[in-house]
């Protein structure tokens, strides 16, 4: 390294906030300062002859000045929010179909109303997180099956208006009204609409669950592109264990049973999940994004809640008050599931290094495979 | 091909695929990196022409790079890149590498270096002449003894392929270097919108906002777009970003239009109507940005990698003319002289969209996991 008496004039380096596979920035400097340090770069790492340079370089790589190739989604906090919410409506959809199957009829009303509420909410979360909410029917002015975000408009428009049935069902069978009169037909109506609104609500439900994590996966966002095997996967346990979750909450002990066992097979396949889920990103070398920061913080704790949960719902689930606190746990896991999730994602959007270092890997391993054809630098 | 097998991936004409009848020949731009002078006219015309907000007056540090990046206010941007000799040779090495591996385009790698050469003549950085006849002083050899005294000073580091101390070395082609390599550079690139044959904005519009035009290029339709911004996360490149409230006007109304919505390089959408020639291409004074048919952009592109190869400017390469990539080939072809990411773009970019059926078929498998999980909760005994 040189110095001058320039230096003092020089504002502080920001080192050690986080570390770099490489701090050659394009600089003049970069390089130079590099080969000060170490006195090697994968050129000559050959060791003066003793041992055999490999055939794949280590991927060392610069970047420009540190910024971004890519730009992260600009959604917000509500995206998280919304992924939860479609959840946990997702799932109460499939928990009150089954309650209305099996003759539960508290655990039916309860959940008919998380499922509308829920999907409301989640409706009011998407609009709201959209550049110009005004027009966010523009939605619905297509079909386009290469845009998982209008196939979940539909998804979502659909699954709204089977829960929109099944709830005003539920509304129509609570209230007292003349059997005469327009009042008394639609309510008869109505319980007609029941059974069709619930096979609905139910098919709708799954769709709801899962394409979330497809919304994530078709972006460059290095973390969510490179977990697109396992995300849907992660996403579907977590809607289980929300919706599973707020029934235990919500309905008697008596009646929850199915949500407490739906509760805990979402908790079981989410651990799963989220380890196959890391396993996957640490061979690629990307898992840092879900092990450190706020989203390695919110994941953590997400586990924990899991683990907590799901104990508590195993051993002493039917005890009132050991089913609320299990069932708020599991529901808060979920949603700190997303919320980390998509932090990390943002997070490895945001780094250089997360979408050069892969992509230099990938195509480091092509050539040495010897296939050239479909880099997309090329010479003559 | 089908006709659906090819709108998510491969190479493919786009404007026909998007449904374009009769259309006329894809467009494009080539920008050659080597002449750039970074005047930024480029970025003055696309602001002047489409009237395009101020997106702030800051000071990097960044060499002379004071935009930042493409981005919702900025559709051309200039990048500026400062060299060290040891970096000159590393981007040398790493096109010398490309070509020993026999990249596309070229087909096999030349035959050994150290054949007789094709053009003859000595070729590298700052060739002098020959000497005239009979009198003066050989160039050549005075750069020779220089380049001898200062590899013996100033390379301590000494990388091997760094120092060109012993002998400059020849060229791909075995036409021998003269000159060594400079101390410095700086690297000038006017980056755009690469107008990709599989563009991931395009594919992820629930709009229909975007819309892939007869040219063959992607435009956004301003009054169209409701801003959800999944557009920004689909592209490969960090191309297209919605316009925030931060935009500041240069109007005397104070007005910024489509604030919210995202926005990107149109390849000059209303000039190609009228026959013209995109702003940043016309204002171009080095025509260092050049506009035509995609293919013709493709063919100088090739032209002029091959003609710097020959002068012994092995770190050229192109970036985009391959349709066998992994967005098809873009319509912005780009000669660099280094790795991409030096100039910030990725070495290795896959459109997401091309991996939109394995994702729905595990989102599928996932529902029904789901489904059949819910069945399974409501099995057993009753209340």
């Known amino acids: ?380 | 091909m089908g006709y659906l097998a090819r709108q998510l991936a491969g190479r493919t004409d786009p404007a026909p695929d998007a449904g374009w009848q009769e259309a006329p020949e894809r467009k494009g731009f080539f920008t050659d990196t080597s002449i750039c002078i970074g005047c930024k006219a480029c970025e003055v015309a696309c602001k002047e022409w489409n009237a395009i907000p101020l997106d702030g007056l800051t000071l990097s540090a960044n060499s002379y790079d004071n935009t930042g990046g493409l981005g919702a206010s900025t559709w051309r941007h200039v990048a500026f890149v400062e060299q060290s000799r040891e970096r000159i040779a590393e981007a040398r090495e790493s096109g010398r590498r490309l070509v020993e591996l026999g990249m596309p385009g070229m087909g096999a790698p030349p035959a050994a270096v150290g054949g007789a050469p094709a053009g003859g003549s000595p070729a590298g950085y700052g060739t002098p002449p020959a000497p005239a006849d009979g009198h003066g002083p050989d160039l050549r050899d005075m750069l020779a003894s220089s380049t001898a005294s200062r590899a013996g000073t100033s390379i301590a580091a000494g990388t091997a392929g760094a120092s060109g101390a012993a002998s400059p070395g020849t060229t791909v082609d075995g036409t021998p270097m003269v000159g060594a390599l400079p101390d410095f550079r700086w690297l000038m690139a006017s980056d755009v919108c690469k107008h990709c044959t599989h563009a991931g904005c395009l594919d992820v519009c629930p709009t229909g906002a975007l819309f892939r035009s007869e040219h063959g290029t992607v435009v956004v339709q301003a009054d169209v777009c409701n801003g959800c911004g999944y557009c920004v996360g689909a592209c490969p490149f960090g191309v297209i970003e919605r316009r925030t409230d931060a935009a500041v006007s240069v109007r005397e109304d104070g007005h910024v239009p489509d604030v919210g919505i995202a926005q990107k390089c149109t390849l000059c959408y209303d000039r190609l109507t009228d026959d013209q020639t995109p702003a940043c291409a016309q204002t171009c004074p080095t025509t260092s940005i050049r506009f035509g048919t995609r293919q013709e952009m493709v063919d100088i592109a090739r032209e002029r990698v091959t003609e710097l190869h020959e002068q012994g400017f092995t770190e050229a390469r192109l970036y985009g003319a391959n349709d066998d990539d992994g967005v098809g080939g873009t319509g912005s072809v780009f000669l660099l002289l280094d790795e991409p990411e030096v100039y910030g773009l990725p070495p290795d970019p896959v459109v997401p969209t091309a991996k939109l059926a394995e994702m729905f078929r595990k989102a599928g498998l996932a529902g029904v996991g789901l489904l059949g999980a819910a069945a399974l909760a409501f099995v057993g005994r009753r209340p």
């Open chain 1, 1 to 380: 390294m040189t110095t001058s008496r320039f230096d003092s004039y020089r504002p502080p380096e920001e080192g050690g906030r986080r570390r770099r596979r490489s701090s050659v920035r394009g600089h003049a400097t970069g390089a130079a300062r590099d080969l000060a340090r170490t006195g090697r770069s994968w050129l000559n790492r050959d060791g003066g002859g003793r041992r055999e340079a490999p055939a794949v370089p280590d991927a060392e790589f610069s970047d420009y000045y540190g910024q971004p190739v890519i730009k992260p989604v600009p959604w917000k906090h509500e995206i998280p929010l919304y992924l939860f919410l479609g959840g946990v409506a997702a799932g109460s959809g499939l928990i009150a179909t089954g309650a209305a199957a099996t003759g539960r009829h508290v655990l039916r009303r309860n959940s008919r109303y998380t499922a509308m509420t829920a999907v409301v909410l989640s409706g009011a979360a998407l609009v709201a997180d959209l550049g110009r909410p005004e027009r966010f029917l523009n939605m619905l002015r297509t079909v386009k099956l290469t845009s998982p975000m209008s196939v979940g408009t539909w998804i979502l428009s659909g699954y709204a208006a089977f829960a929109g049935v099944a709830t005003a069902a539920e509304v129509a069978r609570a209230v007292d009204v003349p059997e005469r009169g327009v009042l008394g037909t639609a309510q008869r109506t109505l319980a007609l609409m029941d059974a069709p609104a619930a096979a609905g609500q139910a098919l709708f439900a799954p769709p709801l669950a899962a394409y979330t994590a497809v919304l994530l996966s078709d972006t460059v966002t290095p973390v969510w592109f490179e977990s697109r095997s396992q995300l849907p996967f992660v996403f579907v346990a977590s809607a289980a264990m929300a919706s599973g979750g707020v029934q235990m909450a919500l309905s008697p002990v008596t009646e929850a049973g199915p949500a407490r066992r739906f509760a805990l097979i979402g908790a079981a396949t989410d651990l799963v999940a989220m380890q196959r889920l890391e396993q996957h990103l640490h061979g690629l070398e990307l898992v840092e994004p879900l092990e450190t920061g706020k989203a390695g913080r919110t994941l953590r704790l997400a586990r924990l809640l899991t683990v907590a949960g799901g104990l508590g719902t195993l051993l002493a689930g039917r005890s009132r008050l050991v089913s609320v606190a299990s069932g708020v746990a599991l529901a808060a896991a979920s949603a700190l599931t997303r919320f980390g999730v998509v932090e990390a994602g943002m997070e490895s959007a945001r780094d250089p290094r997360y979408t050069v270092g892969p992509q230099k890997r990938r195509l480091e391993q092509r050539r040495a495979q010897g296939a050239v054809h479909d880099s997309i630098v090329t010479v003559r």
